[in-house]
């Protein structure tokens, strides 16, 4: 069968649109590795000279790790409180539970700007400004919807009758979440960790609203290294991301396949 | 140990999570609300100001076509990627499914900088056009509409193709099948049988592009230079230029009614269920 005008149309028009996509993003990396003092392509050669000002200046791996804790940190504490609630809500599974759901999601749809102001003016009450757990409090809210979801997908495809089988055997909650659920929903609970661990990684409006000198995250050294002068450094630390990004994709597609 | 009855162990589950979205984050996003009739004294005077300023107007009517024109492009462009993952690819499947994944993960800051990287003054664009002689000064592509919604595409593009692939995993080849045996043309099969079936995902792609880009920020500011001021931009420029926090909060709840009236409309078109609860 020869291909037929409509499958020509859309198979070259995705292609297009995959490279718009995908392209943009990788141009980041011929900029890190310019021999010039400004964002370009490399002049006449390549250069590792701002990876080596990334890596030994203290205020970029400051940041960095800065961010990776924090996003540790957020990515335990929601997950935990998240699985709780989900597992709560599925037992549950009245008009209630589905209300309560709603509720939990909600930080998705409410505008970042928003719900920054509504942070900051409360987090100056409870003393919170430019501290940590003012930082990590804020990413837990944020995450909490994508571990929500990701951990209830789970629940949704468990066995309704193994923990009820558990219960009727005699075990009580604790022992049936611990033995019977928490294994079966392992994957869901970790890819909502994943998620709320990017969540609070890439975060930045509600870092900007909330921190001033003492709290530097990546994604605001970013933002100020972008808002000051477009600083090769940044390009750096982009490719880094994009790579690392790149990496993790291509592995979970081989996994897939 | 005293009996606690089964439903209370339940909430007990529930309750830790529940409490601390309720106190930390419901209550501080409806003190907005009591912000923005209290600051800088008591009355609705920052509601008098905002609907007599022309400025606010505009912002608004900036937002509301910049998302339009957000969601629709997306929605063209994202149609053609989920149609092809979902019905022509074959072998290179998980290569194009990848692609689009790979935007998705990387963060908005990241992507909006690498679009300054290639639209600025002297960006990759201008530059590769200038060298190449097709132009002799340097294009506008950023600090304008243009380059806001160039970038906008492409952050909210994975939002529009995730929720039309999951919709069209569940459509089944055979209506498409049955329709050019009884001698459909190709095209007519996909207009009149394939394409209705994919209306609830294109619906939920739609809705869930224009909803994150009427509240977006990072972007438009980015790429925007402040000369594209959507409302987020616009409260943050009143906060931060201004310290008028009463007006930021009145701008707020009203971005945030804006935000709840479209997901009301939507809840007659749209399985929000399926759009936000259970999405992917």
Known sequence: MTPSALRIFFGTGSWIILAFLVLPILVVIPVSLTDTSF???????????????????????????????????????????????????????????????????????????????????????????????????AHVLLGLPY????????????????????????????????TVIIPAIRPGMISGGIFAFIVSFDEIVSVLFLTVRRVETLPKMIWEGIQESVDPVIAVVASIFVLITLIATSLAALRRS | MPHIPEKLRY?????????????????????????????????????????????????????????????????????????????????????????VLLPFWVSVLIRSFAWIVLLGRSGLVNDGLMATGI????????????????????VMLPFAVLPMLTNMRGISGSYIQAARGLGASEWRAFREVYFPQTLPGVMS???????????????PA??????????????????????????????????????????????RFVNLKTTFLERR
């Open chain 2, 135 to 154: 132009i002799s000064q340097p294009l506008r592509l950023m600090h304008n509409e243009l380059g806001v919604l160039i970038a906008m595409v492409h």
């Open chain 1, 147 to 178: 571990v929500t979801i990701s951990v209830f997908a789970s629940l949704s495809n468990m066995d309704r009758r193994l923990p009820l089988a558990a219960r009727n055997l005699g075990a009580s909650i604790g022992m049936t979440i611990r």
């Open chain 2, 205 to 219: 792609g739609g809705l869930l592009v224009f909803v994150l880009s009427l509240g977006f920020y990072v972007t």
């Open chain 2, 11 to 99: 909430w007990m589950l529930i309750i830790p999570a529940l409490a601390v979205m309720i106190i930390f984050y419901i209550f501080p996003v409806l003190n907005i609300w009591g912000i923005s009739i209290t600051e800088p004294s008591v009355g609705i005077e920052n509601y008098e100001r905002m609907f007599a300023s022309n400025a606010v107007k505009v912002s608004f009517v900036l937002t509301f076509r910049i998302a339009a024109i957000t969601t629709v492009a997306c929605l063209i462009l994202g149609y053609v990627v989920a149609y092809t993952i979902s019905n022509l690819a074959g072998r290179v499947r998980p290569l194009m499914l990848g692609l």
């Open chain 2, 222 to 267: 980015l790429l925007g230079g402040g000369r594209v001021m959507m409302i987020s931009e616009y409260i943050t420029y009143q906060i931060q230029e201004f310290l008028n926090w009463g007006l930021g909060a009145a701008l707020s709840v009203v971005l945030l009614m804006a935000t709840a009236v479209v997901l009301l409309i939507a809840s």
């Open chain 1, 39 to 137: 964002i370009g392509l490399p002049k006449d050669h390549l250069s590792l000279q701002h990876y080596d000002t990334f890596v030994h200046s203290t205020k970029w791996l400051f940041a960095s790790w800065t961010s990776i804790w924090i996003g540790c940190v957020v990515a335990v504490v929601a997950t935990g409180l998240g699985t709780l609630f989900c597992i709560g809500v599925w037992f549950l599974s009245d008009r209630a539970a589905m209300i309560v759901r709603w509720i939990m999601i909600v930080p998705i749809l409410v505008p970042p700007v928003v719900q920054s102001l509504g942070f900051y003016k409360f987090w100056v009450t409870l003393g919170l400004i430019d501290s940590y757990l003012g930082v990590i409090l």
